[in-house]
């Protein structure tokens, strides 16, 4: 099975930094509408991009393919303002084309099951399934130390017309119950747009 999604689902443990733009409010993406609650800014197109570069080049050493060959793009990065220490807590949004191979009905379980897979993965736990603008969603938490930095994850995977989404959001162990009652608060102001 490929491991594509394993590189999109910890993506969100390279990004210790951002330009954030406004705080809170509401955001557009190329394929959806979401609020931010306060206290969290978009990122700017450079962020986006570097999330693309990163994820794409994860994903391409993971699968030992070229990067031109993955259909990868992020579509949102948002920071949270009050992070403390030297990470910045945020939340990545990416999607990719369905591998060949996978299909849209097992995209999800391949996303969130490879990362069990990864070294350094530790308390891994699946979640209750959540909503999406109307469309099940998968969900994992565990937690990880890259660096030498412990950090949790949440990793929401679902499918959309075709399209898989990999939402992640990262935190210390110290706001990361704040970032997933956040993350909760944007997915349940979802929208498609597409």
């Known amino acids: 099975m490929p491991r594509r999604a394993a590189a999109l689902a910890i993506a969100g443990l390279l990004f210790l930094a951002g330009c954030g733009e406004e705080e809170g409010g509401p955001v557009s993406a190329p394929s959806f509408d979401a609020v931010l609650p306060s206290g969290w800014m978009e990122g700017d197109e450079g962020d986006v991009d570097n999330a693309t570069e990163l994820a794409s080049q994860g994903a391409a050493a993971t699968l030992g393919v070229e990067e031109d060959q993955l259909d990868l793009e992020a579509e949102a990065v948002w920071f949270y303002s009050e992070s403390e220490g030297d990470f910045t807590t945020n939340i990545n949004v990416l999607a990719e084309g369905i591998p060949p191979g996978v299909g849209e009905d097992n995209y999800v379980e391949t996303s969130l099951g490879t990362v069990s897979e990864l070294p350094g993965i530790a308390d891994l736990e699946e979640l209750e399934p959540t909503q999406v603008d109307g469309e099940e969603a998968e969900s994992i938490e565990y ?11 949440r990793a929401v995977a679902l499918v959309h017309d075709g399209t898989g989404f990999n939402i992640t959001a990262t ?24």
């Open 143 to 153: 937690s990880a130390a890259p660096a030498g930095q412990a950090l949790k994850f």
């Open 171 to 194: 935190a210390s162990e110290d706001q990361f119950d704040k970032a997933s009652e956040d993350l909760d608060e944007i997915l349940a102001s979802w929208e498609w747009t597409d």
